[in-house]
């Protein structure tokens, strides 16, 4: 009925006792016996780092700045990870827990307050692989998107989410491609997306669910893949996502769109998806929203209303993004 996206930063933010009871208090626990049936749980940071004792990227350890309560160091000496902590949690509670991966996270753009904190060593060492600098940013995204033209980056990207499956006791991933959706220099320069790099993209696609059927037929249980995307076919395919055909390989077994924008009415993404008999999580991302006018949107009201409106569109379900 519900799922509830987690960013993943309760471990970073906030002053606690390294054990799994504190971690869950933060914003977990309450969940318990509500109408979530599913966690969907950040598990990475601005591409390069990790907020687990990982191989493939860089657990983020630091303790500078506003990171000082970072309890992840603790953690990691005590053999816990956060995401099995989860994922430990919603299986006592009958909830799947899904792995989230936000495929370009840019938190790191900023120049200055926590910007430079984030940027990873992987952003560090290969300038070129970004779509920008900090003194020639794109015309559109961040310039430290990861260019996934670069195989590297698409490889990288692989072996992250190789390690989730084969390390946790997870019930799915979530490729989040609206946190933040910019994937190519050519479009952040201001053009589209060619078709070798919608096949790049397809082809990492692809790559992922062989080996989540792979890895879930080896335990005997299926790893589920999720992905969250602009509510429009052809903005995807301009930025890079050819999601019907990824639809149409059976590649996607949950699809959800929409974050701080909306392009069309809920029909629209429910109908993309109910033609490939994939069930539709329309997101709603209000958390942020701050204008106020007669209809506050990060409101419980606004919340209950539009909700209502998926619903009545057809919908499968609610996610609630970052909330």
């Known amino acids: 009925r519900l799922i509830f996206n987690n960013d993943g930063d309760d471990v970073i933010y906030r002053k606690n006792d390294p054990t799994p009871a504190a971690l869950l208090a933060e914003r977990t626990t309450p969940l318990a016996g509500s109408q979530v049936d599913s966690i ?42 956060p995401i099995q902590i989860m ?29 430079p904190y984030l940027l990873t060593k992987f952003k560090r060492d290969n300038p070129a692989m970004l779509c920008g600098t900090k003194d020639k940013q794109p015309r559109y995204g961040s310039w430290s ?6 195989p590297e980056v698409r490889e990288l990207a692989f072996r992250f989410f190789e390690e989730a499956c084969t390390r946790f006791d997870i ?42 059927e792979e890895v879930g037929v080896k335990r005997g249980r299926p790893i589920l893949i999720a992905i969250r995307i602009p509510d429009s076919v052809e903005f995807c395919k301009g930025i890079g996502l050819d999601v019907e055909t990824w639809l149409t390989e059976g590649l996607v077994d949950i699809l959800s769109g929409t974050c701080y924008f909306r392009l069309n009415r809920w029909d629209t993404l429910i109908g993309l998806g109910h ?34 409106r998926a619903w009545a569109a057809g919908a499968d379900g609610i996610y609630l993004f970052n909330y």
């Open 275 to 308: 033609k490939h008999k994939v069930p539709v999580y329309p997101c709603l991302s209000e958390s942020r929203v701050r204008v106020k006018s007669r209809f506050q949107r990060n409101s419980t009201a606004s919340y209950r209303a539009r909700a209502m």
């Open 40 to 81: 969907f749980y950040s598990n990475s940071l601005c591409f390069g780092d990790a907020l687990h004792d990982s191989k493939v990227f860089k657990p983020f350890t630091s303790k500078e700045y506003i990171f000082k309560d970072n309890c992840l160091p603790e953690l990691m000496s005590r053999g816990l990870a």
């Open 87 to 115: 994922a430990d949690f919603g299986h006592r509670h009958g909830m799947e827990v899904f792995w989230d991966m936000r495929m370009n996270d840019t938190h790191d753009a900023g120049l200055s307050g926590y910007g």
């Open 145 to 150: 998107s990861v260019d996934y033209a670069h």
């Open 171 to 212: 019930d799915g991933i979530e490729l989040d491609f609206l946190r933040h959706a910019c994937f190519f220099k050519t479009v952040a320069q201001g053009g589209r997306a060619t078709r070798a790099e919608l096949q790049m993209m397809s082809d990492l696609v692809r790559r992922i669910h062989r080996m989540t």
